[in-house]
C-alpha cells in the first residue's frame, strides 16, 4: 500500500479550472496505475480518469473528455488532475487512488487518499 495525499481543491466559479495535485509516499510510485474518482453528496463514488504507470496511457469517463487531463510526475511521486470549463455537476469531493492493475477498477484499489473538495459555483 501507499500514502496518498490531495490537494488544490476550492471553490471556482462555472467555466474556472482547478489543478488537483495528489503526492505519494514510498518507492514504488512507478510501479502503480493512479486513477481519480469522485463523489457528489448523495451520489456512489464514480471514476474520473486514470493513468498506467508509463504515463502515457489514459482513461477518462465521458464525462469529462476534453475538459479534464491527468498526469504524473514519476520523480516526484505525485498525480494532477488539470480540471478545466468546470460545470456545477463537477462538484464532489475528489479522491486519489492506487492500483497495481490497468485499468483502474473500483475493485482493484488499494490506496485511497483522504479527498479534497471541489466546489463549482454557476
Known amino acids: 500500500q501507499v500514502q496518498l495525499v490531495e490537494s488544490g481543491g476550492g471553490l471556482v466559479q462555472a467555466g474556472g479550472s482547478l489543478r488537483l495535485s495528489c503526492a505519494a509516499s514510498g518507492r514504488t510510485f512507478s510501479s502503480y496505475s493512479m486513477g481519480w474518482f469522485r463523489q457528489a453528496p448523495g451520489k456512489e463514488r464514480e471514476f474520473v480518469a486514470a493513468?498506467?504507470?508509463?504515463?502515457?496511457?489514459?482513461k477518462y469517463a465521458d464525462s469529462v473528455k476534453g475538459r479534464f487531463t491527468i498526469s504524473r510526475d514519476n520523480v516526484k511521486n505525485t498525480v494532477y488532475l488539470q480540471m478545466n470549463s468546470l460545470k456545477s455537476e463537477d462538484t464532489a469531493i475528489y479522491y486519489c487512488a492506487a492500483s497495481n492493475t490497468w485499468p483502474v477498477l473500483r475493485s482493484t484499489i488499494h490506496s485511497w487518499g483522504q479527498g479534497t473538495q471541489v466546489t463549482v459555483s454557476s
Open positions: 493513468v498506467h504507470w508509463n504515463g502515457v496511457t489514459t
